[in-house]
């Protein structure tokens, strides 16, 4: 009974904020990559790779967040990145638009509440070509030009919606989106699961971890960080069981872990127990994803060597995603207008 009533509310709430003149439009198109389901889908890396592919492309993008989980949040719109740089910390930004501002440069990250005023100030002030609408699949009530769906197979149809279970909508409002991405699929997977959710096109992405970076180090010429060597790995992400597999499977030797809720604020209590574990196993290696770099940086000892591991994606008909956002851009530049009818 809850998660019906549940997915009642939740088709009211879309019916209502999707009513003629209710939706507020930029003069920039938008791009939406959100999910249906609470967490841990993989979609970050997807904004990544689009704004980085933008910017080689030529364009601006303005990558728009509600900076979820941030500590201070002042009224308005912080400015992460602009075209000098990084121009806000952890506090103001939250992890995962401060992980964005540093993996994508030259594009500029905003976050508000009101991500149609972060898109505004990001055309008007920024030079902004493009908007990608972060986790915006339930943001109705700024209007998209293209909606990308990230999910995983499996998840949405062997899904229940919240309390009961993860999702967030129910099954059918899948259907809203124009493209589908897969992570962890083929090309033929990623097809299939579409199709099951009423959705026309589709790829599929399998994450990789990229090259390991030293995150703290008194030594600009600390020694890389080999695989097969026993290392300590720390993650408070949405599944975090999943990056100790990603390490293994990329033949590192996860020798102790330690695993934390998604967001989680590291504490200097915390630093000091996971470097005292570090040492203690003979001066192992501390990995840990980029979106935990950026939380646990500043309180990191210089003397216990740390780690970020990156993520690359490995895209199954790569052009598909591209292609669709290619073709919307060059189809408004014809026709003169700044974002869709």
């Not at 700024?142 to 999702?167: A, F, K, N, S, Y």
């Not at 097809?191 to 026309?200: N, Q, T, Y």
Request: proline share 6%; hydrophobic share 45%.
């Amino acid at each position: 009974m809850p998660d019906r009533l549940y997915a009642l509310a939740t088709r009211w709430r879309h019916r209502r904020l999707t009513a003629p003149g209710v939706r507020r439009r930029l003069q920039r198109p938008v791009v939406s990559i959100g999910n249906l389901s609470v967490g841990g889908t993989g979609k970050t890396p997807v904004v990544a790779a689009l704004a980085r592919w933008l910017v080689a492309e030529g364009h601006r993008p303005a990558i728009l967040s509600r900076g979820y989980a941030r500590r201070v949040a002042p009224p308005g719109v912080v400015v992460v990145e602009d075209a000098d740089g990084v121009r806000a910390g952890i506090d103001e930004a939250g992890d995962e638009p401060l992980m964005l501002a540093r993996a994508v440069p030259g594009a500029c990250v905003c976050v508000s509440a009101d991500r149609y005023l972060a898109g505004v100030l990001a055309e008007r002030g920024l030079g902004a070509t493009v908007h990608l609408l972060d986790d915006g699949f339930q943001h109705a009530q700024l209007w998209r030009d293209l909606d990308v769906l990230v999910t995983r197979v499996g998840e949405i149809p062997g899904g229940r919606v919240l309390p009961q279970g993860r999702l967030r909508e129910p099954l059918d409002a899948a259907a809203r989106a124009h493209l589908a991405v897969v992570m962890e699929a083929t090309a033929e997977e990623a097809r299939a699961e579409a199709w099951a959710l009423g959705i026309s096109e589709s790829c599929g992405v399998r994450r990789r971890l990229g090259y390991p970076e030293r995150v703290t180090s008194a030594d600009a010429a600390s020694a890389p960080l080999r695989t097969g060597l026993p290392v300590l790995a720390v993650a408070g992400i949405a599944h975090p069981e999943r990056f100790g597999r990603d390490l293994m499977a990329a033949g590192y030797e996860v020798a102790e872990h330690h695993w934390f809720a998604d967001h989680h604020r590291f504490t200097p209590a915390d630093v000091a127990a996971l470097a005292a574990r570090a040492v203690a196993g003979g001066g192992r290696a501390v990995v840990t994803t980029d979106k935990d770099a950026v939380r646990l940086e500043h309180l990191w000892p210089h003397d216990v060597p740390l780690y970020r591991v990156p993520v690359t994606l490995e895209w199954d008909t790569p052009n598909v995603l591209f292609d669709r956002v290619h073709a919307l851009l060059a189809g408004m530049a014809e026709r003169g207008q700044p974002c869709a009818s």
